[in-house]
């Protein structure tokens, strides 16, 4: 499982959400590879899971895969309800295991 965060710089919003995702997916035995990108370094890349903040939305309206869009980076449930939803949707869908 690959996730990648992203923001416009790649060191603010986004590390912020890959250190929370990160707490949140070990708590609960998810293994996954998380990145914190900025917007151009991930043009072209692939993920299983994007997370962003919100205002990112119009920048990722035609990614291909799945796309979570948190709109307060300090609601630790938000992100986790949000995240977690997609994270299993996507294990389940692929017969995969945590």
Not at 45 to 50: L, S
Not at 52 to 70: E, F, N, T
């Amino acid at each position: 499982m690959r996730i990648v965060t992203l923001c416009g710089m790649g060191f603010g919003s986004s590390l912020m959400l890959k250190m929370t995702i990160e707490d949140i997916l070990r708590a609960r035995g998810i293994k996954a590879e998380i990145l914190a990108w900025d917007l151009g370094s991930f043009k072209g890349q692939q993920a299983d899971v994007v997370v962003a903040q919100d205002d990112m939305a119009r920048h990722l309206k035609d990614y291909p895969g799945v796309v979570v869009l948190i709109s307060n980076l300090v609601d630790r449930k938000e992100i986790e309800t949000k995240v977690v939803g997609a994270v299993e949707g996507l294990l389940k869908g692929a017969g995969g295991t945590k």
